[in-house]
């Protein structure tokens, strides 16, 4: 039996390992909602870093998954650490909130 290579199938497949090793199986995901009561325009955050919700400030909803927590912050880039909102369990919240900017801590 004779094996065939292929160089673009080869890499491809170490692509595919190489993003499965530095992406988490399953990360914490924070859902943001632009209009009031969580409805309107949603986006999805996960991943790690600082991210704006300007616009999205209608309500929200974190999924706790793989010990990773958030940070809430009043102030844009994260900044100003004073009166921010850790999120370490599930919680839906579909009221305004005043929170610009959110850290997923990595």
Not at 76 to 96: F, M, P, T, V
Request: proline content about 4%.
């Amino acid at each position: 039996m004779a094996i065939t290579r292929n160089p673009a199938a080869a890499a491809a497949l170490l692509v595919l390992l190489a993003v499965a090793l530095i992406a988490p199986a399953s990360a914490s995901t924070l859902t943001v909602f632009s209009g009031p009561g969580c409805s309107g325009r949603s986006k999805d955050i996960n991943g790690c870093g600082c991210f704006d919700l300007t616009g999205y400030q209608g309500g929200f909803h974190f999924v706790f998954t793989e010990e990773q927590e958030a940070v809430l912050y009043r102030e844009r880039h994260c900044n100003n650490s004073y009166r921010s909102q850790w999120l370490d369990e599930e919680i839906r919240y579909c009221r305004r909130f005043p929170y610009r900017s959110l850290e997923m801590v990595c």
